[in-house]
């Protein structure tokens, strides 16, 4: 009989260690799957850290030859179609981030919110992806002194590197805006401080076998006259503004249009 009793108090502590040593392994095993869920987080996007391209110099602009515009009439302009080049797609995300996934990792950017222009806040905004070019748009919004700051920044998908335009003025510029057939993106900054007046940039898409030398300056335009409500494309070559100044009536801003036209080389 105290046989029997000792073997069955053997078979149950061997048991119990089993067990136990299985829980063991599970927990592990959970450990393990949650550090690499919080390794996989940690992929925060550092400009320093991959290839960032900077284009859009103002210096730059000024060498190159100058846009000019004529007047046409606003039928002209409504008769033009809008080619359709961003998708409004939603990254994942939480309350602090949203995550980018690209062909070599996944990039973590803390979200932008703006109380009220308290000092010191930074952050980023998706803003949507260019199907034709691999692209997603990104602007990187911060406070300082009472006044924001913006950078529109694309970063390509395939190949991790980033390009940088470089504003007209202290917020971003207006999302850039592909030519019929992809040869050139053209951008717009209206000035804060002022009500007819903006800045155009139009650079040139290149190779993307040279990633670095993707994008480049190719002509400008700065205008006193009017503000940017819409730009579109003719062809590559040709594009229409829908412009406008504002007058100050009855105790508010008054918007009054004009659209233009300029053909470049």
């Known amino acids: 009989m105290r046989k029997i009793l000792f073997l069955i108090l053997i078979i149950s502590n061997l048991s119990c260690k089993d067990l136990h040593s299985t829980e063991n392994n599970a927990s592990e095993k959970k450990d393990t799957l949650l550090k690499r869920d919080l390794s996989a987080e940690k992929n925060d ?8 391209i900077d284009v859009g110099y103002y210096e730059r602009y000024q060498k190159l030859p100058k846009l000019t515009f004529e007047a046409v009439a606003e039928k ?8 359709e ?21 996944k990039h973590r950017f803390k979200k932008y919110r703006d109380y009220g222009g308290e000092e010191g806040m930074s952050g980023y905004e998706f803003l949507g992806y ?7 748009a990104i602007t990187e919004n911060s406070t300082a002194e009472n006044l924001g700051f913006g950078q529109l920044i694309l970063l390509d998908s395939a190949n991790e590197y980033f390009y940088n335009i470089i504003s007209f003025g202290d917020g971003s510029i207006a999302l850039p805006i592909p030519s019929i057939n992809n040869k050139y993106f053209v951008y717009f900054y209206n000035s ?4 007819k007046n903006c800045d155009i940039g139009v650079l040139k898409i290149n190779d993307k076998s040279k990633p670095e ?5 190719y002509t400008s335009y700065q205008s006193d006259d009017f503000a940017i409500e819409k730009i579109v494309w003719k062809s590559d070559r040709i594009f229409y503004v829908k412009g406008y100044q504002e007058n100050y009536e009855n105790k508010k801003w008054v918007k009054q249009f004009k659209y ?3 053909e470049f080389k």
């Open 213 to 217: 030398a993707y994008l480049s300056e």
């Open 260 to 262: 233009y036209k300029t």
């Open 85 to 105: 080049y961003l998708q409004m797609v939603k990254p994942e995300q939480n309350d602090q981030f949203f995550f980018i996934q690209t062909a070599l990792k």
């Open 130 to 136: 260019y199907p034709d070019f691999k692209l997603f």
């Open 45 to 52: 996007f550092k400009p320093g850290s991959i290839k960032k």
């Open 192 to 195: 804060v401080y002022e009500h």
């Open 76 to 83: 002209e302009f409504l008769a033009l179609v809008e080619k």
